[in-house]
């Protein structure tokens, strides 16, 4: 018997501790809202930034899922998100073409690089564009990380290998992670692979990576953030006034001019461009 | 290897300052894993001795089923709970898709063949005659059972250990049905994934040591309670 009653105290004595211990943001439940984004949001620290400022001006709990642009989208579709915030401008097109969202507003921009091994074995270094660096990539068969997950980012690579007019699937240089950016930034360093990154995740992580920035500034690279509100009239589940709300929040003037700054301090240079109320023209798009 | 020490010191740092986010996000690990053992411990038992005192046509499929279901792959059990608690699923009503509840029913689901098929085992491991000698004793049948339970004490001790040891350690159900939501439902093992992504490799170390360490804290309890009864 004795056994069972020491058990059953230290169960008490645990569930005791861990209740009275812990805060429950749960129980006080403020509306949430289900915010879809990619991983370069999350993995470059923008998120951790911005989301307490909107959680304490608008009441609203966030609750980010950081998914790739690709799986955010197929959330939108199912009514599993209020908001999106993506990077995929042509299959968001599609989206509001298909009406599952009601708007689509710029956010901010950075830019896509083609990062490798400082030893550069397929000499890229210097390519005018990145389908002439692709095409040198391909040629001398060097090791290429794809994030083959349907993130902005690889919807992006797709594009560019289509551009060069190379089909990489299936070929032995050319190999799929299945992994967010962080991740797939670590293999392509660990492997000493080439890999597309966006330039805020790379700038983020750089420090344990012994990758060097070897593509950069092509119009091509321009990687667009947009902000989706989801169309209530498909799922009305959905908390469509809690998704304007954190849409509304991202482009105003106040959050831009974080966006701006974002990064300055740490890195030198800003990870994201606010462009909130441009036309898509004038990035050349 | 000087990331190792890296990470181990910044455990140690992170521990001695008393970082508010990991010690919040340990204390929910803590909270999560503990609710989905005791929740495994009581459906596993149950269960778990039904099936072994009970004679019925099919009995070794079932037992087959729930030893099965101790390798139990958590991302499959993360897909299908996430299928059946998203807001247009069955369960969409309750409105627990990225909460901890998610995430301690996804851990449960777990833990409970562990526990059952561990149960299982211990029962039918005590000695065939003890069941006739308790009830001609006079011993009614939940009088028995609880003899019975009582006896397999020891290797219940180890059910529990196993399953709390599948949980704690556990990502792959814990990301998909908790979503890794800062404050909210990061827990030490998502966490470590996140930090990794990130390139944070010394923050992913002392992570997963004060998650070792608190694995060993609980499992060296447990045994001390074990050992102490252990037959000699």
Known sequence: ?285 | MELLAEGIAKAVALLASLDQEVLAITLLSLKVSVTATIISLVLGILSGTLLALADFPGKRLMVSIVNTGMGLPPVVVGLFVTIFLWRNGPFGFLEILYTPTAMIIAQAVIATPIVTGITVASIQNLPANLRLQILALGATRLQMVRILIKEARLPLLAGVMAGFGGVISEVGASIMVGGNIKGYTRVLTTATVMETSRGNFDIAIALSIILLLLSFVINYVLTRIQQRERPR
């Open chain 1, 1 to 285: 018997m004795k056994i069972w009653k020491q058990f059953s105290l230290l169960l008490a004595a645990v569930t005791a501790c861990i209740a009275f211990g812990l805060p429950t943001p749960a129980s006080a439940a403020p509306k949430s809202v289900i915010l879809a984004t990619t991983t370069s949001t999350q993995d470059s620290g923008l998120l951790d930034v911005l989301i307490p400022i909107f959680e304490k001006e608008s009441g609203y709990f966030v609750k980010t899922i950081a998914v790739g642009s690709g799986q955010a989208m197929a959330m939108g579709k199912k009514g599993e998100a209020d908001v999106l915030l993506v990077h995929s401008p042509d299959d968001e097109k599609k989206f509001m073409a298909e009406g599952f969202g009601v708007t689509r507003r710029l956010v901010m921009h950075n830019d896509f690089i083609i990062v490798g091994p400082a030893s550069d074995p397929a000499k890229i270094r210097g390519a005018k564009t990145s389908a002439d660096a692709l095409k040198r990539i391909a040629q001398s068969g060097s090791l290429f990380l794809s994030r083959g997950d349907n993130s902005g980012t690889h919807a992006k690579e797709k594009k560019l290998w289509k551009t060069a007019g190379i089909t990489p699937d299936g070929q032995k240089w050319y190999q799929q992670t299945g992994l967010g950016m962080g991740d797939t930034l670590n293999v392509a360093a660990e492997k000493k692979g080439y890999t597309l990154a966006d330039r805020g995740t790379y700038l983020s992580i750089r420090k344990n990576l012994g990758l060097a920035i070897l593509v950069e500034g092509d119009a091509k690279l321009l990687n667009v953030y947009h902000v989706i509100e989801l169309n209530p009239a498909k799922w009305p589940k959905i908390n469509a006034a809690g998704g304007k709300a954190f849409a509304d929040f991202m482009v105003s003037r106040k959050v831009q001019e974080l966006i701006g700054k974002f990064g300055v301090e740490k890195f030198g240079s800003p990870l994201f461009f606010p462009d909130a109320g441009k036309k898509p023209e004038t990035l050349g798009l």
